[in-house]
């Protein structure tokens, strides 16, 4: 049996109402008793008293301190609430997903498209400046503009549904399927 008799966690449980804070009390309790161990007299037949005693006052000492450290938590204003930050991250996702199917878009498009494409939308220049730059008249440049964002816009749109999963079909732009001579044709000169 020891010094404490038996459930002297059981005890300090219904003291505090947790587990956890008897067992630190417990353990308090016999780190003060070793520290206070030159004052008990030789004679002394049972240190129960003596250390029922250095419970009473390590249990009140710990609730001192958990009500100061609760009202010192109280006095502190609440945190900022932090923001939902899944729909920016789906919305990201999405928009690389789109950049990366319009980045292969544009690569399947003609030249002259892409290059008016990219100078103007993602660089940022007007007709004029880019017309300069790549030696074609303003008219040109607006037209193949023009022809370049309808593209890219229905080629971004099949990228897309082609790496969701969808059955992927062989990218014959402006041809239609058939024999070389039929291939040969664009899709507006079979529709005549």
Known sequence: MSVWGEGCDVGHCRMTGVWSTADDIVSLTFLEAWRLRERVLPGDDSLRPWLLGIATNVTRNT??????????????????????????????????????????????????????????????????????????????????????????RKLTELELKNANGEVQRPAVVGQSPGSRRQAARSTQETKR
Request: proline share 6%; net charge positive; hydrophobic share 45%.
């Open 63 to 152: 609730a001192r301190a958990a009500r100061r450290h609760q009202a010192a938590l109280s006095r502190i204003p609440p945190p900022d609430p932090v923001p939902d930050f899944a729909d920016e991250v789906a919305r990201r996702l999405a928009d690389s997903e789109e950049l990366a199917a319009a980045h292969r878009a544009l690569s399947t498009m003609r030249r002259g498209e892409r290059e008016v494409f990219t100078l103007c939308v993602w660089e940022g220049l007007d007709a004029a400046t880019a017309a300069e730059a790549l030696g074609v008249a303003v008219g040109t440049v607006r037209a193949r503009l023009s022809r370049a964002r309808k593209r890219l």
